[in-house]
């Protein structure tokens, strides 16, 4: 798979160890907590390497997309949680929608809100 161009990066540090982190990550975006692959819509799975990265790919009309979930042990019991986002935009289309998405910052708070939930659930 073709690398996607880097969009941004989002990362919490959790009280949890990387087990309980990884269940919250799958708590807060699988629909079934055992099996990674219930992810959103819009996404599928993409790889699962517990408890250490979650990767989601999609795609449609005006972009291709990833997030991908990276879990690294901070020692004492804490875990840092990264969220990276990667996508293309082609076309006429695509520059809008990328706009639209990127540009008013949308992107920005959904993945703030979703770390807030992963941290809140762990």
């Excluded at 161009?5 to 079934?32: F, Q």
């Excluded at 990264?82 to 990328?98: D, L, N, T």
């Amino acid at each position: 798979m073709e690398r996607l161009p880097y969009i941004d990066e989002h990362s919490t540090v959790i009280d949890a160890n990387r087990e309980r982190a990884w269940k919250a990550v799958l708590r807060v975006l699988c629909k079934d907590l055992d099996d990674p692959a219930t992810v959103p819509g819009g996404f599928v799975l993409a790889a699962a390497e517990e408890p250490t990265r979650l990767a989601l790919h999609g795609r449609h009309w005006f972009s291709e997309y990833e997030l991908i979930f990276l879990l690294d042990d901070q020692g004492s019991g804490r875990t840092l949680v990264r969220a990276q986002s990667s996508a293309k935009f082609p076309g006429p289309h695509g520059k809008i929608y990328r706009a639209l998405v990127v540009g008013t910052g949308g992107h920005r708070l959904v993945m703030r809100r979703m770390m807030r939930q992963i941290a809140a659930a762990a």
